[in-house]
């Protein structure tokens, strides 16, 4: 081949073509340093050990989420964040109180129960009423109304284990929406079997609708049990004493810290994880690995220097009973244009296995150079689009930001999650490490390029 000369002109037009290359192997190298250094660091597995144990459980309207927030403040100081924020809202908030609930006759158990968020409280002795099993959520739902009328109505669905979890989505509905169905067809009471694929003793709470009716979830044995007893043909007396107060207008925050970006301070990208809990455990999985794979990974996409955009990390205030989202659109409707990108972290703390990025800017130099990361952290690109980035960033958006979807295995996730199981020991600091490696590269390479995720402009 032949040597041509170029012109000056035309010299500088071939660097200009070559530079971005230069640039994205610039990129390239610091999301593998960052990386790295992500997977011996111990920021992550100190702040989850911290909030475990120095707050514990959380629920929205407790004393201890006011503690959780202070929490939240000085932990983001201690780290170095800038420009923090305590974003005040209110939101409905229910609390538990005393809960027992026993097969009275003819064959008398104690039974393992957690009320479910919304329930109602029973008078004060309690109700005793025969049960009603249903094994599926549907074959209650098939019955008309008044049919369950004095009855306990208990549906004892099982969920199956998935590395991503949808079977939540799809088997949850019993404890999310059932308490009102069984009250509209008459019943005095509502159980299910815990949302849970664990087989101990340890029943899991969760948000269910207000039916009027106290509403619970059984342990998984306990479910079982009670499908024995009903087959057996006679009536099954159960008595539940359940009491819990609600508060229509809790105080709650969103609390967040900065990284300022040196060079557009106000292309923000946002992600974070959940402050509160449910009360039976620590809330550890669920959720302070987000918070601390979320801290964590915005600190050491910065050490190598300030980025050019801004990181901000949220924690949000009230996941579990909802409003979080809701209030954060409210405060940062004039601001989601400028949203770069949102993440939340949200399933536990097992290993990420796959990644979705918007297909807009998923070929960008900057996402080239984050992909050329994954590899050594066994994670793979999907070729989908992200589905669900969170429920605290669904507010946002719905409003027009972009978002990503890291996907973690959520094989153990259940077993755990809203039970009295919840807890640091549950938390494997090799399997941490390896989140925030991932969110980390990825802050890295969006933080310190153009890289733009959008496809329309947001809505107004
Ligand atoms: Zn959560």
Redesign the pocket.
Known sequence: MAMRILSPLAFAAALAAVSPAFAADDLAAGAAAVRDRALTDSTAWDVAESLTSEVGARMVGSPAMERARDWGVAKLKELGFENIKVEAFTTPAWSRGAESAEVVGPWPHKLSILGLGGSSSTPAGGITAPIVVFKTYQAMLDQPPGALKGKIAVVTQSMGRTQDGSSYGAVGVQRRAGAPEAAKRGAVGYLIRSISTDDTRLPHTGGGAPGGIPAAALSTPDAELLERLAARGKPVMVKLDMQSAANPGAAAWNISGEIRGKEKPDEVIVIG??LD?WDPGTGAI??AA?IAITTAAAKLAAQPGKPKRTIRVVMWGS??QGGSSGAYLAAHRDEVGKIVVAGES??GAGRIWSVSLPKAGADHAAMVAFKSALPKLKVAVSRAAPAEGG?DISGIISAGAPFVDFNQDMNRYFDL?HSADDTLDKIDPAELAQNVAVWAAFLYTVANSDVDFRTAAPKP
Request: glycine fraction near 24%; hydrophobic fraction near 10%; aromatic fraction near 0%.
């Open positions: 994880g959940h809990s669920d959720d987000g996941e579990e949200d399933g429920a999650h």
